[in-house]
């Protein structure tokens, strides 16, 4: 009897067992073709092509193909979803929503939440069931960390360069602040609006955003994207400005000079704030400052506004 390919059988780059022995193959024949032909095993009952790595996008496809009721979710979904997160998706579990409450079974690097979904928060999302954007937001700010939670909220809810691509808000605040009061006391939901009011749809990057909140948690508020014009009348943006003090504070991405046009236009855009009258002082940050040496932006901060060290 001529046996299906093993290939032929296999769903995006997996291959299930139980798809394997239902075509006809034996299991001890089946055990040997896969390790003689190079697939690796991924968890049990789902195995890797051959040349193909068990990236996050692999290991959210293993789980449902072997338990299609689950729905990709929470940081995961956020991925799909490209939001910013400000860890890496090879770095945390792959993370699914099972509505139907059932699943008990744990797996290494997989976290599974047991809650109920509405058919409207479960749409395709580049292959995959997953939560809608707005469900993935609201998910996000009732589960934390804090910090993760409104660096993710802020880049949903704002427009965003994705490549060469400008992607479009996925929601708004209005509708996570009406979700959020529809949703059952007790499931975080209190704290999710707290955090929610620390959000910003007009940030630029995830390094702005925590920017923004380790200011706030200093006692410190400026205005986040505030607008000014030049004295030629043009428009400039700034991250942060304390008006009053005439302090300008401006953070800058790991890939801000992509190019030397950039740079170009980035050395504009400072000589042009500084011309403001409105400001009399611009500091500038790394991100690298912000995500590793807060201390350091928020000492530099308080010095250029008089109040010393605290």
């Known amino acids: 009897m001529e046996r299906t390919a093993l290939r032929e059988l296999a769903e995006g780059g997996l291959l299930l067992t139980s798809r394997a022995l239902a075509a006809g193959w034996p299991r001890r024949s089946l055990t040997r073709a896969l ?21 996050p996008v692999c290991r959210l496809r293993s789980m449902q193909l072997s338990e299609p009721r689950l729905v990709v979710s929470h940081w995961s979904a956020a991925d799909l979803w490209l939001m910013d997160t400000l860890i890496r998706a090879e770095e945390r579990p792959v993370e699914f929503i099972d509505p139907g ?40 700010l009732r589960a934390g960390p804090r910090d993760h939670a409104v660096a993710a909220v802020d880049s949903a809810l704002g427009y965003r360069r994705v490549g060469r691509t400008r992607r479009a808000p996925l929601t708004s605040l209005q ?20 955090w929610l009011r620390l959000c910003d749809p007009r940030a630029g990057s995830p390094a702005e955003s925590i920017a923004r909140l380790r200011m706030y948690d200093a006692g410190l508020r400026p205005e986040s994207q505030a607008e000014l014009i030049t004295p030629a009348g043009r428009r400039v943006v700034l991250d942060f400005l304390f008006r009053a003090e005439g302090l300008a504070v401006e ?3 790991y890939a801000y000079h992509g190019t030397r046009d950039s740079h170009r236009r980035d050395v504009a855009r400072f000589n042009q704030i500084a ?23 928020l000492g530099e ?7 010393g060290q605290r």
């Not at 697939?39 to 049990?44: F, G, I, K, S």
């Not at 500038?284 to 932006?297: C, I, K, W």
């Open 301 to 307: 901060i308080r010095a250029a506004l008089g109040l």
């Open 275 to 297: 011309q403001c009258p409105a400001v009399r002082l611009l500091l500038r940050f790394t991100a690298e400052d912000v995500f590793h040496r807060p201390e350091y932006m």
């Open 175 to 194: 509708a996570v602040a009406v979700a959020l009061d529809g949703s059952p006391v007790g499931t975080g939901t209190v704290r999710a609006c707290e």
């Open 35 to 55: 390790r003689s032909e190079g697939w690796a095993r991924l968890r049990h009952g789902v195995w890797v092509e051959p040349g193909r790595d068990a990236d």
């Open 101 to 140: 409450l059932t699943l008990r079974r744990k797996s290494t690097g997989v976290r599974v939440h047991r809650m109920r979904l509405a058919p409207s928060e479960v749409v395709w999302r580049q292959g995959f069931r997953a939560t809608s954007p707005l469900r993935t937001v609201t998910d996000l």
């Open 251 to 253: 953070i800058e991405g």
